[in-house]
């Protein structure tokens, strides 16, 4: 079946037109920080303000694009061997490791938590604690593409207040059926999917699977 041109931006119908001029993907990580709740695994969301113009109202994890000084950024230890090599699949080893970064960078940004040690108001991310999960590429033609990678780590990795900064709203740990039953974009409900699947697996088996992208209106694909 195909789907709708709004079902990658379900908040809002203008972002989801179609764009005359081709648009190069953002790089970008998202972060599923994860728990054992007292009804099964949870994981942490948020909606999206409703003034966004990109998926407005809309329940994601916390994530952005990569900055440049993400480059740059000290850290505490390195990527996991398997989680860099994930990400160096389509990645120089710099950008990599700026992905890891990200990914922890917006989680405190827009969720207040910390994964890693501030000092002198600096956040130094705790790089060894992400797990690689998929990739997803927005599809062409939108105004708006991401080249998003998806990293996952336990909550328990992860300190301090719960606290939005005007971005997302109702930050909390969803279950995962409860999630999926909210209004979210297609590539979240299949990533959902995606790491229900790897939660299955132990670790040899995590780091033996197939490593999966997400093109096109979210064809589940192979990675190259």
């Not at 710099?94 to 922890?104: D, E, N, T, V």
């Not at 994964?115 to 708006?144: I, K, Q, S």
Request: with cysteine; proline share 7%; charged share 25%.
């Amino acid at each position: 079946m195909t789907e709708a041109p709004t079902a990658d931006n379900p908040g809002g119908v203008e972002e989801a037109k179609r764009s005359a001029r081709s648009v190069t993907p953002r790089h970008a990580a998202s972060l599923i920080l994860w728990r054992e709740g007292p009804q099964g695994v949870e994981v942490l969301m948020g909606l999206r303000h409703a003034s966004h113009r990109f998926m407005p109202n809309v329940l994601v994890f916390p994530g952005g694009r990569v900055d440049r000084a993400d480059h740059r950024a000290p850290a505490l230890g390195d990527l996991p061997a398997f989680t860099r090599a994930c990400l160096e699949r389509q990645a120089p080893p710099s950008l990599a490791r700026a992905i890891g970064i990200a990914a922890a960078r917006e989680l405190h940004e827009e969720t207040g938590l910390v994964l890693g040690r501030m000092e002198d108001g600096r956040l130094l991310p705790d790089l060894p604690t992400l797990h690689y999960l998929c990739r997803a590429v927005t599809p062409p033609n939108r105004f708006r593409r991401f080249n998003a990678r998806f990293l996952i780590a336990r909550a328990e990795a992860a300190h301090g207040a719960l606290r939005g900064n005007g971005e997302l709203e109702e930050l909390r740990f969803f279950g995962i059926e409860e999630a999926a039953g909210h209004k979210i974009a297609s590539i979240t409900g299949k990533v959902l999917r995606e790491f229900v699947a790897w939660l299955a697996l132990s670790p040899a088996e995590r780091e033996a699977r197939e490593l999966i992208c997400f093109r096109g209106m979210d064809s589940r694909l192979p990675e190259r």
